[in-house]
């Protein structure tokens, strides 16, 4: 499928309407082949909304690479199930345990309606807490994620927990290399 990058999606939506499969599938194809930080979160919804599993596989794969580089929009954006998916993810790239909850920070902050209290507890229940350093686990608390009885409770279950598992789960480790440093 050739069609000028900014026909892609219009085609895609075209392709829906007349149901037309393999314009939609060739679409998609386009779609993932050009996935970018700052197009992989738009893309995933494309691909769930268009029932194009390619396209959400490749979407998924893109955001949990380039996590802790998405435009601030785009993670402001991200549907509360979306951040769930990917905070499930060992895959998920990031620094360390505390740059993703400074992440949830963020996207919680950009919410013009707040999530709900059972949709943050699912959030929170994704972080590991046990990864971060005591120093940071203490300032979090300070953090309005963290400012509900329930919350608190979520980060007692999740290092207590801890204590009785011999393995904690790490995330995949983002590398970065400065000129000169190799």
Do not use: N
Request: charged share 20%.
């Amino acid at each position: 499928c050739e069609a000028d990058e900014d026909l892609i999606v219009p085609l895609l939506e075209a392709a829906s309407l007349l149901q037309i499969q393999a314009l939609l599938e060739a679409a998609g194809d386009a779609i993932a082949a050009r996935l970018s930080r700052d197009s992989c979160i738009g893309a995933w919804g494309l691909g769930t909304r268009y029932g194009l599993p390619s396209l959400v596989a490749a979407a998924q794969q893109q955001t949990l690479r380039c996590f802790m580089e998405l435009p601030e929009d785009a993670l402001v954006a991200m549907p509360q199930p979306t951040l769930c998916t990917l905070l499930a993810q060992d895959e998920l790239v990031a620094q360390d345990e505390q740059a993703v909850f400074a992440r949830l920070v963020q996207w919680h902050a950009g919410q013009s309606t707040p999530p709900t209290q059972q949709q943050l507890l699912e959030l929170l229940k994704l972080v590991r807490f046990p990864l971060m350093p005591s120093v940071f686990v203490k300032s979090a608390m300070a953090s309005p994620l963290m400012a509900t009885v329930e919350a608190q409770q979520v980060l007692t279950t999740s290092l207590l927990e801890a204590r009785d598992t011999p393995t904690k789960r790490r995330r995949s480790v983002q590398w970065r290399f400065t000129e000169g440093s190799l």
